[in-house]
Structure formats: structure tokens, C-alpha cells
């Protein structure tokens, strides 16, 4: 069984940082507010060098696929295979090719094969399907030291019962960013 992770940007209020955001006050908090300071991205190259896929809902695959194929940052992202959860999407951006799934189940599957970890990036309405489906594996959280209010939030408000989680690294960077990695407690 391959293990799913959601990987996120969040403030210390639980906003978290996601594609589109353009129109949202706050957008481009995450390197406009705070200092950057590379050593606290290291996991984010790591996560390219690990994972086996990477799983999109249909908003992040359409702001990602005309961008992120002409980055060498995200060279790992590039050369993994893609899915898409949608039951809107009608075919595949041919600039940055990606099998489409269609439902929740379809993701339960592709994590019952083979491979290595599916990650999730950027996609917080399918995060937050994904937990709430019980198919979160590990959260990658680097949780920025800013208040932003209102805003997307990567974890579900449904009222559900108590999902406990362990730590399984945690670092605290100069520039205030706290990486936390949480394995969900099944």
C-alpha cells in the first residue's frame, strides 16, 4: 500500500496557501511576509525525491500544468507521474499530461498498488475530502510564523470524531518557519 501525503503551506491561524489565490488579499504571503530562508524548504526537494505521483484536484492541476512544466525547480514534480481527481475535467492538459480520476474511490485504489508515496500539493478542498475519507496517510506542514484570518483552510471543519496524529519530525527554522510532519494515527 502506498501512503498518501498532503503537503502544505499554513499560518500559525491555519490559513493555508494554494493555487488561484491570486485574488485573496493576502496572496503570496508565504514569501512576501517572511524572510526566506532555504534550509526551510529543504523537504520540499525531498518530497520531489521521494514521492512516486502526485495527486491534484481539478483547480490546482489547472494552475500548475501551465507553469509548473517549464520550472527546473520542480523538475521531480515534472517527471512523476499525475493524477487528477475531477468529475469536471474533461481531458488532460497536454502540456503537463495527467491521468484523471473520478472519484474518492479511484484514489483509494491507486493507493492500494504499487509504488511510492502519492503526494498532495496545493489541492485543499480534495486534502480535506482525502481526511475526511480516512485516505491521509502523513501530513508536510511548514507553518508560517503570520496571522492571516480569513482564508482557505487545509483541514476540514465537518464535525467528526477525534483523529489523533503523531510527530515524526519537527524543526524550527530562523526566519520563524516551524516545519511539522505529522503520521495520521489509523
Given at each position: 500500500?502506498?501512503?498518501?501525503?498532503i503537503t502544505?503551506?499554513?499560518?500559525?491561524?491555519?490559513?493555508?496557501?494554494?493555487?488561484?489565490?491570486?485574488?485573496?488579499?493576502?496572496?503570496?504571503w508565504t514569501?512576501?511576509?517572511?524572510?526566506?530562508?532555504?534550509?526551510?524548504?529543504?523537504?520540499?526537494?525531498?518530497?520531489?525525491?521521494?514521492?512516486?505521483?502526485?495527486?491534484?484536484?481539478?483547480?490546482?492541476?489547472?494552475?500548475?500544468?501551465p507553469?509548473?512544466?517549464?520550472?527546473?525547480?520542480?523538475?521531480?514534480?515534472?517527471?512523476?507521474?499525475?493524477?487528477?481527481?475531477?468529475?469536471?475535467?474533461?481531458?488532460?492538459?497536454?502540456?503537463?499530461?495527467a491521468?484523471?480520476?473520478?472519484?474518492?474511490?479511484?484514489?483509494?485504489e491507486?493507493?492500494?498498488?504499487?509504488?511510492?508515496?502519492?503526494?498532495?500539493?496545493?489541492?485543499?478542498?480534495?486534502?480535506?475530502?482525502?481526511?475526511?475519507?480516512?485516505?491521509?496517510d502523513?501530513?508536510?506542514?511548514?507553518?508560517?510564523?503570520?496571522?492571516?484570518?480569513?482564508?482557505?483552510?487545509?483541514?476540514?471543519?465537518?464535525?467528526?470524531?477525534?483523529?489523533?496524529?503523531?510527530?515524526?519530525?519537527?524543526?524550527?527554522?530562523?526566519?520563524?518557519?516551524?516545519?511539522?510532519?505529522?503520521?495520521?494515527?489509523?
Amino acid at each position: 500500500m502506498r501512503q498518501l501525503i498532503i503537503t502544505a503551506f499554513l499560518s500559525a491561524d491555519g490559513v493555508a496557501e494554494g493555487p488561484g489565490d491570486g485574488d485573496y488579499r493576502n496572496a503570496g504571503w508565504t514569501f512576501k511576509d517572511v524572510e526566506f530562508d532555504p534550509a526551510a524548504y529543504e523537504i520540499k526537494g525531498r518530497e520531489q525525491g521521494e514521492a512516486g505521483a502526485l495527486l491534484l484536484g481539478r483547480r490546482s492541476y489547472e494552475a500548475f500544468a501551465p507553469v509548473w512544466p517549464t520550472m527546473d525547480d520542480f523538475a521531480g514534480y515534472n517527471a512523476m507521474p499525475r493524477y487528477v481527481v475531477s468529475t469536471s475535467l474533461e481531458h488532460e492538459d497536454d502540456r503537463w499530461p495527467a491521468t484523471i480520476l473520478r472519484s474518492l474511490d479511484e484514489v483509494a485504489e491507486l493507493k492500494a498498488g504499487d509504488g511510492g508515496p502519492i503526494l498532495v500539493h496545493g489541492s485543499l478542498e480534495l486534502g480535506r475530502a482525502l481526511a475526511d475519507a480516512g485516505l491521509v496517510d502523513r501530513y508536510h506542514l511548514l507553518v508560517f510564523p503570520v496571522l492571516l484570518g480569513a482564508g482557505e483552510r487545509l483541514f476540514s471543519a465537518r464535525d467528526q470524531p477525534t483523529q489523533r496524529l503523531t510527530v515524526a519530525e519537527h524543526e524550527m527554522y530562523g526566519n520563524g518557519v516551524t516545519k511539522v510532519v505529522y503520521d495520521v494515527v489509523k
